[in-house]
């Protein structure tokens, strides 16, 4: 991959990701947090489209930045979260520790690996997944469908019949202004 | 004839294409030095132009929109409309925006200030974006991507998030009360939309928005025609994600003030506003692309620019967007997301399944089209015809309001309840 | 010139970074974004051995994406509605609190 | 299990769109559950009770039309029968006629607002309301050939009216009454059946029946909980007892059926109309009364079916030439006490569509 458009729009991506990740974990306010979740997301969507994996892209667009984005942000507004500080436990230390450990011998691997290199342009994505998904991954993909089913009913189950009960007052600044009746 | 087609057509000054001239002076950049080197510049340039296409095409637009709408409405509602700036009022749009730049730009002091400053900056991107894919002749789309119906989904699928951050930052409890309102509809609309398009990209085999226009070419045929059922769902829960009036509970007037753009005032008002019609329009054009034919017209695109057929369907289909918002009352949030998953769920699913049985019984036979067209475009209208009926007539609320009339007493002292 | 390796580092930094979130939150959403993040990293990872990693079925990569953001959202509907569920039981999504195992 | 959410209070008002005027409800939500309510009423109050004890009875009439500024041939009618009532003055036949005409008149002028302003507060993007405008347009030029005034008539006077018709008001009148049952069918084709309307209305703002006794609501309200309690055939007064005219009832006391009952009585207000034109005497409209009057020490209560309910008005002489004690029986502001009744447990969207069902006019909620 080379061009000018394509190796800038490496970099540029690469440091959004990145830093929207960070602050994730440096926002002081947990919607902040969410907000940048979604850039996240976004931006690694269009890292996928770089790598011309277009339906993967759309694919992360809608289900991590629309769905799952907006699926946090209830459970956010579902769990009113009293104290903004002292977010974080003891182990942030150790954590970075863990997490650069991690990230480093994945590293050292990667540089250390000779690895059968091709460059596997596809023309039209969907074509390919659909033909692979229905074809020669067929039992997973169905196995894929009943998780979803399962993940549904086990949602609904776990929250109870008893109806969500949404409380938007009580998230966000406006906790604040929350005085208790009765 | 010939000749002078050749001459004529197909050159920089052909106007019923234009993308050609940009290509024009798009190939004259890549002619530049050796031939290879300033691609580059090519790229740039090709970008920014489709860009500032879109742009201009989008202010004209919500600038004549908002005219066109203002004047329709007032017809409806026996009034003139604005008819003092400029002949026939045509320049109240300019006026009113105008008077919005003006006007100050408030910021709530106890809200959070970048996040409430973001939220009508970014409300604009899906909308952009939208334009970016929709096909507005043979080779006008600024972006031709082979998964445009899925793109127009994932894109529409970020505005709740938005309308989540307005309503969120603003402080205001009517805001965050329409921001609430908005995510629960937008997650339950979402469906039917999906799954409606999927019955559009199971028949034709297309994803791309092209690719479903030159199926309708190739057989000559609407898509309406042959799937009624899910251009009246996609209708009806696109139009639905609008915040227009029939479905507009994010910013129910009536009830929550102006719902998540409360607080917002001046310009930044103004964008919610135009961001509204932009939606309004692009998803006209998704419905005029889906199941009008797009830029064609029955072989008329060969004579009348495809941009101006494409334009012109857009537009009209944007009067049923009128009529509804003015005709309609509101529905409650409870009856809102009943009617999403009671009937347009059930009517998609239906129609998907009609749909794949259809294809599978033409694509393994294979009859001809001549033959198959016709009949699944009988059937699925009787099919759908009888669906929407049969629910109306078994589950409408008309059925259970018994008296129609108040009674009628003059004799008061005979009739008082004991 | 952007090669794979230059994928597999964004991938491997913004999988640590997954993981010090996930480790070091008290509130279990954010807890489960940065779960989110580091699936979201192990996707980059497989779309970039897709693209640049010689093999026969080289849409496996894309394929084995679309299964984990299916199973991505199966886990974040599953977790997220538990975590709602410890609130109204608990009245904290406190992770440090909620050591009992049970409800 | 025990859930736990934490109410939070929202001021509906006293600005907010469809508060019709500066009506504030201090509502306790429960998501969007309302669990508690609180009305807050007085941002108007312009103590007219106490003004009208400081002028001649004849001063106090223009105060009486900015009460119900939406019905104020009304307002005006039932002060003029209070003070004539103490005073012993009758007005003659011609006046008495008049005076039901002008007050049917306003009394469709009125449904017509109160129906588009419901439908209005039911979601609709205005047009029902243009439209009812529109026919309520036609009766505000009515009054204004009459009397100069499209609003706040301060048409009545004791003892009868203050001029006379002029010749061209009995043709617009009855090309209008041959124009409105035709307009009146076209408004129920379009709002009755209207399944949005239903299901938006039906079952929303209940009130039982004795409920809306003990609260002694009047006028539409009662009428739609099925009590056919109306004042012109109750205790009739002017010449209504002249007239053949029916009084429509609802069933289930829902705000559906209150706009059903406003519906019918534009109906039935024509039907009086239809017959009160034809039979409008010569004489008289008015009967010579001194300028500022000096009614006998003593009492009076008079009442008339205002669009809204009874209006009462209840005057207390001193023998000199100002009221010692005025008091009004305000229509609104007794069937507004019920509207905590009717919100709680409702959602938001549907305690707008019960207060816009009330049909309020703050200008006499405050007086």
Known sequence: MSGVGPVSAFYVLAVLSIGSALMVMAARSIIHAVLFLVLFFVSLAAMFVLLSADFVAVAQLLVYAGAIGVLVVFAILLTPSREQRGMETKFVGPGLLAGAVVAGTVIFIAFNTNWPTASNDFPSTVDAIGQALLNRWALPFEIASVLLIAAMIGAIVIVGGRGVDLDPGAAGPSARLVRRER | MTALSGFLLSQWYDLRDLGNPVRALIDWINGW???????????IVAGLIGAAAIGLFLGIAMLSLIWIERKAVSRIQIRYGPNRTGPFGLLQPVADALKLMQKEALTPLAGDKIVFWLAPVVIFIPTLLVFGVLPFGPKMT?????????????????????????????????????????????????????????????????????????????????????????????????????????TDIAEAESEIVAGYHTEYSGMKFGLFYAVELGNALAVSGIWATLFFGGWWLFGLDRWIPAWLIFLGKMYILYGALIITRGTLPRLRIDQLLDFAWKFLLPLALVNVLVVALEVTIWQENGISAGIVLPVFAVVNILLSVVLVVGYVQSFGFARRQRPRRARLITDTLAAMPQ | MVSLEHFLVVGAVLFGIGLWIALSKRNAVLILMGIEIMLNAVNLTLVAFSRFVKSDTPIAGHVFVIFIITVAAAEASVALAMVVSVYRNRGTIDVDQIDLLRF | MTIQTEPFIVNIGPQHPSTHGVFRMRVVLDGEKIIDADMVVGYLHRSLEKLAEERTYTQNIPFTDRMDYLSAMSNNLGYCMAVEKLAGIRVPERGQYLRVIMAELQRIANHSMAIGTFINDCGAWQTPLMWMFAEREKILDLFEMTCGARLTCNYMRIGGVAFDIPDEFLPAVNGLLDDLPRKIDEYEKMLMENEILIARARGVGTIPRDLAISASLTGPMIRGCGIPFDIRKADPYAVYDRFDFAIPVGENGDSYDRF??????????????????????????????????????????????????????YIVSDGGTAPYRFHVRAPSYINLSVLREMVIGASVADSIVSLGSIDIVIGEVDR
Request: proline share 6%.
């Open chain 2, 33 to 43: 030095g050796d031939g290879t080197t300033f691609h580059w510049v090519g790229y």
């Open chain 2, 142 to 246: 600024a972006a031709n991507i082979s998964v445009a119906v899925l793109y127009i989904v994932a894109i529409g699928s970020a505005t709740p998030l938005v309308i989540f951050m307005a309503g969120w930052s603003s402080n205001n409890k009517y805001s965050l009360l329409g921001a609430m309102r908005g995510i629960a509809m937008a997650i339950s609309y979402e469906i039917p939309m999906v799954l409606s398009l999927l019955g559009v990209v199971l028949f034709t085999g297309h994803m791309d928005l092209n690719g479903i226009v030159q199926w309708q070419q190739k057989y000559h045929v609407w898509l309406i025609v042959l799937q009624p059922l899910a251009a009246l769902t996609y209708f009806i829960s696109a139009s639905a994600e609008l915040n227009r009036t029939p």
């Open chain 4, 260 to 313: 059903l009952v406003r519906m019918a009585e534009l109906r039935e207000s024509v039907k009086i109309l239809k017959q009160a034109v034809p039979a409008l005497p010569g004489g008289p409209y008015k009967v010579d009364v001194p300028l500022s009057i000096r009614p006998p020490i003593g009492d009076a209560y008079a009442r008339v079916e205002s669009p809204k309910g009874e209006l009462g008005y």
